[in-house]
């Protein structure tokens, strides 16, 4: 359904000081952001590191990148 077909007319303004207890939601701001990319990894792969992670109680996405950057500083 399109945007222009839905009735807002009965949600109320918001406030000022609703607007003031809103929160950002998503990813923290750090001073130290991280650069997206995309790589291919076989699914054998993918699932055995995300096992691995569960096992770490660490977010999949985070256990590959400490792996990258160890492996980056051995192998320099």
Do not use: C
């Not at 109320?12 to 650069?35: D, F, H, M, Y």
């Amino acid at each position: 359904m399109p945007d222009r077909w839905i009735d807002f007319s009965d949600i109320p303004e918001t406030t000022g000081a609703e607007l003031k207890r809103a929160r950002r939601v998503g990813r923290p701001k750090t001073g130290n952001p991280k650069q997206l990319i995309a790589i291919r990894i076989s699914p054998t792969l993918l699932a055995q590191l995300r096992r691995l992670a569960v096992k770490q109680s660490k977010p999949y996405q985070t256990l590959i990148h400490e792996l990258l950057e160890k492996a980056a500083i051995r192998a320099a």
